[in-house]
Nanobody, 126 residues
């Protein structure tokens, strides 16, 4: 059974960096594509990035708003998916969620999400 837990977020100054991790306590994450999503106050949840399984070649996709600043990666040995966030902007402030997804493509759609983590707050502010 998949049980996802995100690492704590935090308060970061604009231009700063933060790495989120998503761990599956059920030890099965390597068999799933994984997506990161976020929901800002007053806005709908949106897809941020996703990574495919290693078996499918492990392609990654990013939303245009984070391309070049965020990097998703996975460590199957640690049953963990990471989201490295650099050059953070105030508009990156949101609750971030990881989720298993049926497939990873440019749409980064939550419609194909299965199990979700509890979410973690990231605030970018001076």
């Amino acid at each position: 059974q998949v049980q996802l837990v995100e690492s704590p977020g935090g308060l970061v100054q604009p231009g700063g960096s933060l790495r989120l991790s998503c761990v599956d306590s059920g030890q099965t994450l390597d068999t799933y594509a994984v997506g990161w999503f976020r929901q800002a106050p007053g806005k709908e949840r949106e897809g941020v990035s996703c990574v495919s399984t290693i078996e499918s070649g492990g392609p990654t996709y990013y939303a245009d708003s984070v391309k070049g600043r965020f990097t998703i990666s996975r460590d199957n040995g640690k049953n963990t998916v990471y989201l490295q966030m650099n050059t953070l902007k105030p508009e990156d402030t949101a609750i971030y969620y990881c989720a298993t997804i049926a497939w990873c493509d440019q749409s980064i759609s939550e419609e194909v999400a299965g199990s979700w983590g509890q979410g973690t707050q990231v605030t970018v502010s001076s």
